[in-house]
């Protein structure tokens, strides 16, 4: 009964702030407007974030929760700022990696949340990090965090993917035996649900109501990667292993690891925005953002689904990791296939259309005489 009422409260309350918010948007300069790269075709208020961080502190603050929490509460407070800042003015690339890894050093080194080993990954031995445990988990809680940020391309996709990385761990810790964590995933379902409701396209919604902004996404990467790491480790209890967290989280840090290294081969930089990740490929063969998006949480869900249920029966970790090996082979191959063909395919068209064009040129006058 305690955590559905933490889940309501923070529901009621994001929903309460996002709708005091919105008429301020323009005031704070906080509209994302269409053009570039970006799908939607209008002005669109960028509060989310902003309304998520204010239900998500002030449930962490009523609830009986880990003292540890108050340190994730001061990290996202600090990726929330920069991000705003950053929606407003557009900063640079390396401000916002160093207040995310000021965010993971927050959350090593205040909150003792870190990688001490990665389970069983490659045979039945635990593979320890060793002196690099800082390090790795510096890196590994910045790739979640841009993972997620670069996954927040299409209504409802970044939430919708961190709703059902948070049901399977929730999952996870219900079976695990209801530890002291357990009101947090109460409330951030909540706060998500919430943001959602504004978010998602439905039938009674066309369009996004918000955004929740590079300060939103940095945010809900940063709790992600701190439960996905708490949660993984010997030390604390190990609900899931460390591949059960690949698994949650599948679909983002492969688009993203895919689309870095796809810009790399172009001779780009990583970072440069373009139209080129997952959900720009399925809506160029036709889909609208809506069928996109419910493709890729549909697919999100299934590996979840796996990661869950092959921790639970017992496979073993490391060919849990080889198989992740071969998703991403695939995936990455497939996606390589699958834009060379739509270029090739649009390139032909357009051809045609020209030689068309030039035809129709050509022969008019021939049709006068």
Same mark, same amino acid.
């Given at each position: ?60 603050? *009523?609830?009986? +929760?880990? !003292? @540890? ?7 996202? &407070? =600090?990726? %929330?700022? /920069? ?34 080993? *990665?389970?069983? +990954?490659? !045979? @039945? ?7 690099? &445990? =800082?390090? %790795?988990? /510096? ?231």
């Amino acid at each position: 009964m305690e955590h559905m009422v933490y889940a309501l409260l923070s529901f009621a309350t994001t929903a309460f702030l996002i709708a005091a918010l919105l008429p301020k948007a323009e005031q704070l300069r906080l509209v994302d407007n269409a053009g570039g790269h970006k799908v939607h075709g209008h002005g669109t208020p960028l509060i989310g974030g902003l309304a998520m961080f204010g239900g998500l502190s002030l449930c962490v603050f *009523f609830a009986s +929760l880990p !003292s @540890n929490l108050y340190y994730m509460i001061f990290a996202a &407070g =600090i990726l %929330l700022l /920069v991000g705003t800042v950053d929606d407003i003015v557009a900063l640079s690339p390396i401000t916002r990696f160093l207040s995310q890894i000021t965010a993971s050093l927050i959350m090593i080194l205040s909150a003792d949340v870190q990688l001490i080993d *990665f389970g069983r +990954l490659i !045979s @039945n031995e635990i593979a320890y990090t060793g002196s690099w &445990g =800082i390090a %790795l988990s /510096v890196f590994s809680t910045v790739g979640v965090i841009n993972a997620l940020n670069m996954s927040d391309g299409v209504d409802g996709l970044a939430g919708g993917f961190t709703l059902i990385a948070l049901t399977g761990l929730g999952i996870a810790v219900a079976i695990a035996g209801t530890p002291p964590i357990t009101s947090l995933f109460t409330i951030l379902i909540g706060v998500i649900s919430a943001f959602l409701l504004f978010n998602m396209r439905t039938p009674w919604q066309g369009k996004a109501r918000t955004f929740m902004g590079n300060g939103g996404s940095m945010v809900l990467g940063l709790v992600l990667a701190w439960l996905l790491i708490d949660l993984s480790q010997a030390s604390s209890g190990r609900v899931i292993t460390p591949i059960t967290a690949l698994w949650l989280l599948a679909l983002p840090l492969i688009d993203t690891v895919v689309i870095m290294t796809r810009r790399l081969m172009k001779g780009c930089s990583p970072f440069a925005a373009d139209r080129e990740h997952l959900h720009h490929l399925i809506m160029a063969y036709g889909f609208t953002p809506g069928q996109s998006v419910a493709i890729l949480l549909g697919a999100g869900t299934f590996f979840a689904a796996v990661g869950l249920l092959t921790r639970f029966f017992n496979f073993p970790e490391y060919v849990m990791f080889y198989s992740f090996v071969v998703l991403f082979i695939f995936s990455f191959t497939t996606i390589c296939l699958a834009w060379r063909y739509h270029q090739h395919t649009t390139h032909t068209v357009k051809s045609n259309q020209t030689q068309g064009n030039s035809a129709s040129i050509h022969l008019g006058p021939r049709q006068r005489k």
